[in-house]
């Protein structure tokens, strides 16, 4: 409106200036208005060309965000809270063989297998109940269902967004096919390698104990004999064959391990140490000294025995003074406890701790203490099989002592279902 | 003592395993006639007096083995429970497997005892001496 006013007057002093009634006031009129209309004029470009710019900076930055909603590697699908399909990328349309057309509109049902489709309306409503990102289903198996009615496993992470039409979905799922598949094939190997270790310690002990009898047999038609080299010679034959018994059982035992189904109950930890101790070191100069805190827990009680049994043992056993400490205790770790069995022995220097967790393995001669060298590694496997670790603490360079801390999960039940 | 010796058919593939047994009873001057088969098939041979056994005299008991070969200790269980004639024979099992089905399966076909080798030999050969009715030592 201003622009018109000021261009009015100066076609009106234009005019007037024509007509020759000229005069100076005129002219600083004329002159005052024909800035004033260039400065409007100037102003009107550079609020057009600001609008512009915006308007362009807007329509890129909308651009980019497509281009990433588009390109990027997991499928993405943007559902309503009514479970409709809002919009999807090329991903999307690729793993799952349905074109953006068909899928836009459509509940989301729609890509999930038909045996699960009712679980997954659930979770949909229950979702928006309580909208935060989180991984879709933890802990079950997710399936996506292709076009074609072919099925495939898959991992979804939800985030809620609001957008204009109100709360939605970002859904965003990758194909794990290769995944699953990778971890079966770890399964099967695994279960392979147990079996093989199962039928070799048990199909090798039937003539090893026919050794042994021939051994016993033999030494007793040698009775009264005078060859004390023979009689030597026998006698290490024995020997070494007990020692590969002892070997077979052991492996025996590692394989089993990983097959056992006990029931879970209810175990007293400081009634289950106090039971073992009592086994173990009968008041003979050993004392086990047992924290009170040591928790009631929900699980296999033969596993956690196990392992109370050979960390007990070992300290015993490989002790360099007849009497000596042993002191078990628990912390707090959350869904875990830690538990702490620690002696007063020589110790076990840093450059073996990694090595005495391995099968077979010994650090003094098996002449010297006799062992399998499979305890600890039946104790690291029973603690991994229950989702724990385990460490030692020790180094003779500084102190006398050995401290074996384990984790061990308060309820299996709840671990398993979390 | 019986009057008549009591023949006992030791069904096992390992010669060892054989001798140990022949030495138990030694050992404990029992008196009885040793008869041995090495798998299930034989087994029931000596048992039926077939394929050129002389049929397993009475009164007899067996004594068996389960891993074997061609037939093994608890098929040849099931083929005596199902034969009406041999159906009430004594059958002591002796064996290295510890393994739970394998003492259900043996346990569900009727036998006098399940022992294990190397371990549970005296038992058995009190068991068997009280089947045997002598009683036990």
């Known amino acids: 409106m201003f622009a018109l006013f000021q261009g009015g007057c100066l076609a009106a002093l234009f005019l007037t200036h024509l007509r020759g009634q000229e005069n100076t006031i005129n002219q600083m009129m004329i002159l005052i208005s024909a800035g004033s209309f260039a400065v409007s004029v100037a102003f009107m470009i550079w609020v057009y060309f600001q609008l512009d710019v915006r308007r362009t900076a807007h329509e890129r930055s909308e651009s980019r965000i497509r281009e990433i909603f588009e390109s990027n590697p997991n499928a993405l699908i943007l559902c309503d809270s009514r479970g409709r399909i809002q919009m999807v990328n090329r991903e999307t349309e690729e793993l799952f063989g349905f074109s953006r057309e068909a899928l836009v509109g459509e509940p989301i049902e729609i890509l999930v297998p038909q045996d699960r489709r009712d679980h997954h309306k659930r979770h949909v409503e229950k979702f928006f109940e309580d909208p935060e990102k989180r991984n879709m289903g933890e802990g079950w198996d997710l399936g996506g269902r292709h076009a074609s009615g072919e099925e495939f496993p898959v991992s979804v992470g939800l985030t809620p967004i609001m957008m204009p039409e109100g709360l939605c979905t970002l859904a965003a799922v990758i194909d794990i096919s290769d995944r699953v598949e990778a971890e079966e094939e770890i399964k099967r190997s695994n279960r392979e390698l147990e079996q093989f270790a199962y039928v070799a310690s048990h199909d090798l002990k039937s003539p090893l104990r026919g050794v042994a009898q021939l051994v016993e047999w033999i030494t007793e038609k040698l009775q009264g004999d005078e060859d004390e080299e023979l009689k030597r010679y026998l006698e290490l034959l024995g020997s070494r064959v007990d020692r590969m018994q002892v070997m077979l059982n052991s492996l025996l035992e590692y394989s089993r391990a990983g097959r056992r189904e006990d029931r879970l109950e209810e175990v007293d930890a400081n009634q289950l140490v106090q039971s073992i101790s009592e086994s173990l070191a009968p008041m003979n100069g050993w004392t086990v000294r047992i924290d009170r805190s040591l928790p009631v827990l929900i699980t296999q009680q033969s596993a956690l025995s196990q392992v109370f049994h050979n960390l007990i043992g070992n300290a015993i056993k490989h002790h360099d003074r007849d009497t000596g400490e042993i002191a078990v205790s628990a912390l707090d770790n959350g869904a875990f406890c830690e538990f702490s069995v620690y002696d007063d022995g020589p110790g076990i220097r840093p450059e073996f701790h990694e090595r005495i967790f391995g099968m077979f393995q010994t650090l003094r001669p098996r002449d010297e203490v006799e062992g399998s060298g499979m305890g600890l590694s039946l104790v690291k496997k029973l603690v991994e099989q229950q989702g724990g670790v385990i460490r030692i603490e020790s180094d003779p360079a500084q102190a006398r002592g050995t401290c074996f801390r384990f984790t061990w999960p308060r309820e299996v039940e709840c671990r398993r279902s979390a | ?137």
């Open chain 2, 1 to 137: 003592m019986s009057p008549e010796r009591m023949n006992i058919l030791v069904v096992d593939d390992d010669e060892i395993d054989t001798e140990s047994v022949r030495r138990l009873f030694r050992k404990r001057q029992m008196p009885v006639n040793l008869h041995v088969a090495k798998d299930g098939v034989e087994a029931l041979a000596v048992i039926r007096g077939e394929g050129g056994y002389p049929c397993l005299k009475h009164p007899c008991m067996l004594l068996v083995d389960i891993n074997m070969p061609r037939m093994n200790g608890l098929e040849l269980l099931e083929a005596i429970r199902e034969d009406p004639a041999l159906r009430d024979l004594p059958v002591f099992i002796l064996t290295t497997s510890d393994a739970a089905q394998d003492i259900q399966a043996a346990n569900e076909c009727a036998v006098e005892g399940y022992f294990l080798k190397g371990q549970d030999e005296d038992y058995l050969m009190q068991a068997i001496q009280s089947a045997m009715g002598v009683g036990a030592t």
